[in-house]
């Protein structure tokens, strides 16, 4: 057993799991042959070592970041010359992070350490078509000979402190670059590999046009609010202008579908409001059921003075966001301005949490309105929920 300063690289085929779902266990195999035979010789040719397969993944040790690096990119290209023409499910499509540092070597030839778990976190976030690489792989390799571009720091699960990450281009190595160039500007789209190009082609999706979105969907949230009435999330009170008088029930849950709103008390009560009024059912009256008509009137008041509430305006705006971008990557708002929210370092769809997160942290921007105003002046157009999250808007 030794320990050595090496280049890993990490490979995994993009969908593998959902894509053999349909295959027979010979088409699946056939796939598995077929990505060894494109891909191994590859990593052979520039002094790569297999390690170790993992299902569909590879794990490859190099002497040398730089032909660490080369070789990631001259494995994609292959790749994209036997995808050429293909239909989705023959096609192969693989994510490559690489990373260096000291790792244990066993007697075996597997390797161990930490580097080995920060390329396979650094893995997770790669996209098909592409390659990712570390600051300590940018530190170590030849950059005239590998045209990089910075994407950003990224904390990982398990690892304490943030790695900064780079990905390939296709021309201009930023080592060739005039000082400040590499981070500042967006490099030319034929610079680019596919996944890549498209993101720099969509980035800017424009101020004015974001706005646009916004106010289309504060619009949607204000028809829906006026149609149902809605003020507030929390202690409820019903209200009959007659001899019953007026009670409270505090609010078990709130339910919205096509038919209106329904409320639901602690106690059993069941406050339903519609398009056609309010009706409200009450145990504690089984025999009663109290509707809004020309002699009385039922309202959805705030309960006590003075008890605070969860405005249901806020929460329906947090969960409008989260779930429609989380679901379809953009709010009806932004689809009429053809948007779309992805995330910022793959350029991919959001997983929950971070349209989650996006969402709630959207009202901070909104009540500060500097929390949008902040795009005009991020070179990637980005708001304070956006950098938060590590989400960006792009033109689709």
């Not at 499509?93 to 070597?105: D, F, H, K, Q, Y």
């Not at 974001?210 to 829906?224: E, K, T």
């Not at 145990?283 to 009137?297: G, I, L, M, N, Y």
Request: proline fraction near 4%; hydrophobic fraction near 40%.
């Amino acid at each position: 057993m030794e320990t050595r300063n090496i280049a890993i690289m990490l490979t995994d085929i993009k969908g593998f799991t959902s894509k053999t779902a349909s295959f027979s266990r010979a088409q699946t195999q056939e796939m598995l042959s077929k990505h060894r035979e494109l891909v191994l010789p590859v990593i052979e040719k520039f002094g790569g070592r297999l390690v170790k397969t993992i299902g569909d993944a590879f794990l490859a040790a190099f002497n040398s970041s730089t032909d660490a690096v080369i070789c990631g990119v001259e494995v994609q290209a292959v790749l994209r010359a036997h995808n050429e023409g293909k239909n989705p499910a023959e096609k192969i499509e693989i994510r490559i992070a690489i990373n260096s540092g000291e790792v244990v070597i066993h007697d075996d030839g597997d390797i161990y350490g930490d580097a080995v778990n920060i390329t396979s976190r650094l893995e997770s976030i790669a996209e098909a078509g592409e390659v990712f690489f570390t600051e300590s792989v940018y530190l170590s390799m030849n950059k005239k000979e590998v045209p990089s571009s910075e994407i950003g720091y990224r904390q990982f699960k398990g690892i304490p402190e943030k790695i900064k990450v780079f990905r390939v281009l296709r021309e201009t190595p930023v080592g060739a670059q005039p000082p400040g160039e590499a981070q500042s500007a967006v490099p030319p789209e034929s610079a680019l590999p596919a996944a890549a190009a498209a993101n720099a082609r969509t980035a800017a999706a424009g101020f004015w046009r974001r706005l646009g979105s916004l106010l289309a969907d504060v619009a949607i949230i204000l028809i829906i609010l006026n149609t149902f009435g809605l003020q507030s999330c929390g202690s409820a009170r019903w209200e009959r202008k007659d001899k019953i008088g007026s009670q409270e029930f505090a609010v078990d849950n709130v339910r919205l579908n096509q038919d209106g709103v329904t409320i639901n008390g602690k106690k059993g009560e069941v406050l339903t409001l519609g398009k056609d009024g309010a009706e409200m059912k009450d145990p504690a009256h089984p025999e009663k059921k109290w509707t809004r008509d020309e002699s009385s009137e039922l309202r959805l008041g705030p309960g006590e003075e003075g008890k605070k509430h969860i405005p249901l305006k806020m929460l329906l705006w947090a969960l409008y966001g989260a779930v429609l971008i989380w679901r379809f990557g953009a709010t009806p708002g932004m689809k009429i301005l053809k948007l779309k929210a992805v995330d910022f370092a793959s350029g991919g769809p959001l997983t929950a949490d971070k349209a989650f997160l996006r969402a709630f942290f959207s009202l901070v921007s909104l009540f500060c309105l500097l929390g949008y105003i902040w795009a005009l002046w991020e070179k990637d157009g980005r708001t304070w929920h956006d950098i938060i999250a590590g989400t960006r808007v792009i033109k689709t």
